[in-house]
């Protein structure tokens, strides 16, 4: 299997542009998350989905950020407007709803905004 | 809240010098506690999860093990390779259960 595949890998963007970040979750999988990682504070849970049903978007930290799966094999994560405290590196993970609760990361996305 | 507090923050080795990185949390009930190795530049590679105190499990040169409020990473005759930083996680029941709270991790660096 590929793995967990994220695009793109990095993004440099000026504050006040759209930012769109991809992913495509293991093959099987029906659990993905988004999270951010920064030297401050770490790994933060944004969002994840089972089934493609957002559960939990409680770590979303404003309105200028959206996720959406529309299948099992693709989410996206949306910065609009982007602002420079955005820039981080942004991973996605997925697993399986079941007896084994390990989550599999993708390689990430490094988000620069100016 | 669920907390998670790893120690050192960094810790530099000669290989071969083994050592053990702490991982103490605070969780309403424990689901499960993950390891995850991190290179520079890369995401988050599982190692071991652990779910109930007194379990131990070992993959080559670590060793994880669990009690009621902490979790070690033994490293054991360290080698360069298993230069990383290592992060400790913990899962809670009920609620959102899938959710996984992260510490900030040990940047270890194993030397000739």
């Known amino acids: 299997d590929a793995g967990v595949i994220q695009s793109p890998r990095h993004e440099v963007t000026e504050m006040g542009q759209e930012v769109t970040l991809r992913c495509k979750p293991i093959?099987?999988?029906?659990?993905l998350f988004w999270y951010r990682q920064t030297m401050m504070r770490g790994l933060e849970l944004l969002i994840y989905?089972?089934?493609?049903?957002?559960?939990?978007d409680s770590g979303m930290p404003e309105d200028r950020f959206s996720a959406k799966m529309p299948n099992a094999s693709f989410s996206t994560l949306k910065i609009q407007p982007s602002e420079p405290r955005d820039s981080a590196v942004y991973f996605c993970?997925?697993?399986?709803?079941?007896?084994?609760?390990?989550?599999?990361f993708g390689p990430g996305t490094r988000l620069t905004v100016t | 809240e669920d907390q998670v507090t790893q120690s050192p923050e960094a810790l530099r080795l000669q290989e071969g010098e083994s050592s053990s990185l702490n991982c103490s949390y605070t969780?309403?009930?424990?689901?499960?506690l993950f390891w995850y190795r991190q290179d520079p530049g890369k995401g988050p590679e599982f190692l071991f999860t652990?779910?109930?105190a007194g379990e131990e499990k070992e993959k080559e040169r670590l060793k994880a093990t669990l009690t009621k409020k902490e979790s070690f990473l033994h490293i054991t005759a360290p080698k360069p390779e298993d230069s990383a930083t290592y992060l400790c996680a913990v899962q809670a029941h009920g609620g959102t259960a899938s959710k996984l709270t992260f510490g900030t991790g040990t940047r270890l660096q194993v030397t000739l």
């Open positions: 093959s099987g999988h029906n659990s």
């Open positions: 969780v309403s009930g424990l689901r499960g």
């Open positions: 652990l779910y109930s």
């Open positions: 989905f089972n089934n493609n049903v957002p559960i939990d």
């Open positions: 993970a997925s697993k399986q709803t079941g007896t084994s609760y390990e989550q599999y």
